[in-house]
């Protein structure tokens, strides 16, 4: 999303009401698993993008660069298969 994106006021009003967890600790609790994915459209995105994409995931990823950013979150990051 850019600055002139019409949905950001809208997005950051819902971010204000949404509140958040004590102690932030998420939602779903430490019991659940959840898993993350990034999806491309096979349309519209080139290959190239998405090959670029994985590796500059996996190059953060190998880096702690992944790790700290969902730290932040109290999220762990798993390992790459």
Do not use: C, W
């Not at 958040?20 to 999806?39: H, I």
């Not at 660069?65 to 109290?74: E, F, G, H, S």
């Amino acid at each position: 999303m850019n600055a002139d994106d019409p949905r950001r006021g809208e997005i950051a009003e819902l971010a204000r009401l949404v509140p958040v967890p004590a102690g932030r600790e998420l939602p779903a609790g430490r019991q659940q698993t959840l898993k993350y994915y990034f999806g491309f459209s096979q349309k519209s995105t080139d290959k190239k993008l998405v090959d670029d994409f994985n590796a500059a995931f996996r190059r953060l990823h190998k880096q702690g660069v992944i790790q700290q950013v969902l730290k932040a979150y109290k999220m762990d990051a798993v390992a790459l298969e």
